[in-house]
């Protein structure tokens, strides 16, 4: 049958990618479905409960400020909070939270029922309905159509899923959820450049049989960080510890005797994994000199006793798992709720894309999260936002919207995606961005929230609350820079005893705070009233110290756009110059480009790599 009512976007699959893609589109006011597998699935976390890290928080937080869910959900659902880095500079800094998987799964699921303009359906999408080259709607599994001028597909591991325990294999999108091999037949069909990966996953630990006594306990940040923009530590659910246990020489032994054992190491497997993620048997194996691996014991839940041992992602078989997880000390009696296992599934070669995620050889389709390559919540979210909110203003025949490198980091991961295309699952790292300094996790929001309301993502509390920030910001900073401490009185004594040094002249409060000894509480007040807000503190300290390189970035990527029309002449010898890796090398030999923005649009010339071009051709003249 054909569904009576057509949408605007019809977004495939409920998982981090899908759920950010459709309520993107519903909050742009456009008809959206959501048509998923299960309903009890949405938002599921498949692997580790864990939101945020290094690189990723800064995808978490650009969701956040275009007003997706991942951040609420994951102050909703935090158990344990951390900021990684936090001796270290602000653009390196991330947020991590633990997360109580049912109550992050409820929040998504809460926040998706109460989204106006969006209509969720539980059913397998088996084909695509494409008329001249151009998506035109949907057909379930069971035969239903539904017609939409859009397409998302967030389909994630799901597409030819095949799993693994040592060398038994089993269909599967992910334990326990059936593999998409009907849409996976349909998309092979198309023109794509298609490809499979692989990831795992540790088994899972009763608590209950766990001596936590002999672990490290790793308690929570004080005061508890907070996600959201709009997020607060009363939204927290209850805190607990996570524990720290370590693998040991009979441990690798145990791996290294059953490597035969493992489909990745007999062959069977042919998907490459995650670099970053290794298992424990691939890091056993390429790190033999080393004698022990941390493993990071973390709660699944409040809810529950199962525990995420993070750091032995596995494909052994079943006996072997067992051995190795009683071989560490305080897990000796552990008993396995489930065990570990690998999945390999299809994936389609990023290159194939169009900055917008649009696909470049069916109109009105799109493609986000791990379908694409990527692995994580956070990659996969980031991408759904982008693909669901450029689904939407196609369907409203308006321009894409296409974050640039130096505005985001879902502007880094889409341009890596489809300039480089990748070979194994990517994930975000801050070291990706050119202009980190540019673009932390904590000014996602200043960075962002103002283009999210104008494209129509951004609601009026978000707006308000956005909005009294900046205020207060552009405020705070005025009566820092306007205020004055003299010489000789009680403000300078303070200043004085901070700093160990005499104020040898009257100095403006913003001045003060430039000094490395000195941080806001510690300047504030010491002439009126301090602001109360962190949010708000954090972005003058931040202004006030690192002004200098941020003012410094700021000119490269001005220059570089100044100079975007320098003429590249045709027999440059892209080999003599500096800097320039083999590969770039002999793409720009092999392209000629006519300019300095030609070079930059080639796929995999970087930003530094146009930046040494542009200094090697002023150096030329
Ligand atoms: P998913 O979260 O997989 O969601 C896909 C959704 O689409 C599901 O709801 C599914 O039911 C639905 N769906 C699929 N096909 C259809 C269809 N035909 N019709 C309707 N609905 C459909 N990431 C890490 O960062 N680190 C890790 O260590 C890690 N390990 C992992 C281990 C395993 C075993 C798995 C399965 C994943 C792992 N991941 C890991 C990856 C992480 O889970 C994904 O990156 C993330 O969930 C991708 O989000 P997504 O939205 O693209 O897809």
Redesign the pocket.
């Known amino acids: 049958m054909e569904y009576p009512d057509r949408f605007d976007v019809i977004v495939?699959?409920?998982?981090?990618?899908?759920?950010e893609a459709a309520l993107a589109s519903a909050r742009m006011g456009c008809q959206t479905l959501l048509?998923?597998?299960?309903i009890e699935?949405?938002g599921?976390?498949?692997?580790?409960p864990a939101i945020g890290g290094i690189g990723?928080s800064h995808l978490v937080k650009e969701i956040d400020a275009l007003g997706g869910a991942m951040g609420l959900a994951t102050d909703l659902g935090g158990i344990q909070f951390r900021v990684l880095n936090a001796r270290k500079g602000p653009a390196v800094r991330a947020t991590r939270a633990q997360a109580d998987r049912i109550r992050y799964k409820a929040a998504i699921r809460h926040i998706l029922e109460n989204q106006p303009n969006l209509t969720l359906f539980q059913?397998?999408?088996?084909d695509l309905v494409v008329e001249n080259d151009t998506v035109r709607g949907v057909v379930?599994?069971t035969g239903i159509r539904f017609m939409g001028e859009t397409v998302v597909l967030?389909?994630?591991?799901?597409?030819g899923g095949v799993?693994h325990i040592g060398l038994q294999q089993s269909r599967g999108?992910?334990?326990g959820?059936p593999?998409?091999n009907?849409?996976a037949e349909r998309l092979r069909a198309l023109p794509f450049r298609v490809d499979r990966l692989k990831?795992?996953?540790p088994p899972r630990i009763d608590a209950k049989s766990v001596d936590f006594s002999r672990l490290e306990e790793q308690p929570g940040d004080t005061p508890i960080p907070v996600m959201s923009y709009l997020g607060s530590r009363e939204m927290h659910p209850r805190q607990v510890s996570c524990h720290i246990a370590h693998t040991n020489e009979q441990t690798h032994q145990i791996i290294f005797d059953n490597l035969d054992r493992s489909p990745m190491f007999s062959g069977v497997i042919e998907g490459v994994g995650?670099r970053y993620?290794p298992s424990i048997e691939d890091k056993v194996h390429r790190f033999a000199d080393k004698a022990s691996h941390q493993v990071f014991i973390e709660p699944e839940g409040l809810d529950t006793h199962e525990l995420y041992p993070n750091g032995i992602?596995t494909s052994l078989p079943f006996d072997v798992q067992l051995k190795v997880v009683r071989s560490m000390v305080g897990l000796e009696n552990a008993h396995i709720t489930r065990p570990g296992?690998?999945?390999e599934y299809d994936f389609f070669d990023p290159r194939d894309l169009k900055h917008s995620l649009e696909t470049r050889f069916i109109h009105n389709l799109f493609f986000?999260?791990?379908?694409n390559g990527?692995?994580?919540?956070?990659?996969?979210?980031a991408?759904?936002l982008l693909a669901g909110l450029n689904a939407a203003l196609r369907a409203k025949e308006q321009d894409a919207w296409c974050p640039r490198r130096d505005e985001a980091y879902l502007g880094v991961l889409v341009d890596d995606l489809i300039t480089l295309g990748t070979k194994e699952?990517y994930?975000m790292f801050t070291s990706r961005a050119e202009y980190r300094l540019l673009l932390r996790e904590d000014n996602a929001d200043m960075r962002l929230t103002e283009q999210g309301r104008k494209l129509g993502l951004i609601d009026d509390e978000r707006w308000a609350s956005f909005s009294a920030k900046r205020e207060a910001v552009e405020s705070e900073s005025a009566r820092l820079k306007a205020s004055w401490v003299q010489p000789g009185t009680a403000a300078a004594a303070k200043v004085e005893a901070s700093t160990g040094k005499p104020l040898s002249r009257e100095y403006n409060l913003m001045d003060l705070l430039k000094r490395p000894e000195l941080v806001y509480h510690d300047v504030a007040g010491l002439l009126g009233e301090a602001v109360a807000d962190e949010q708000v503190a954090e972005q003058v300290q931040i202004q006030a110290k690192y002004q200098g390189y941020i003012d410094r970035q700021q000119d490269e990527i001005d220059k570089l756009k100044r100079h975007e029309s320098m003429a590249l002449p045709e027999d440059l010898d892209y080999n003599a110059i500096e800097g320039l890796s083999h590969e770039i090398r002999q793409k720009l030999n092999d392209a000629r480009p006519a300019t300095l923005a030609q070079a930059g649009r080639i796929s995999g010339v970087t930003p530094a790599a146009v930046s040494i071009l542009l200094i090697y051709m002023k150096k030329r003249h």
């Open positions: 495939i699959g409920g998982g981090h990618a899908g759920t048509l998923t597998h299960n699935t949405l599921q976390m498949s692997c580790n990723k059913q397998a999408a088996g379930t599994e967030c389909t994630g591991t799901f597409l799993i999108g992910r334990a959820d593999p998409s009907a849409l990831t795992g996953t995650p993620c992602s296992y690998a999945i986000a999260g791990q379908i990527t692995t994580g919540y956070e990659e996969a979210g991408q759904g699952p994930r």
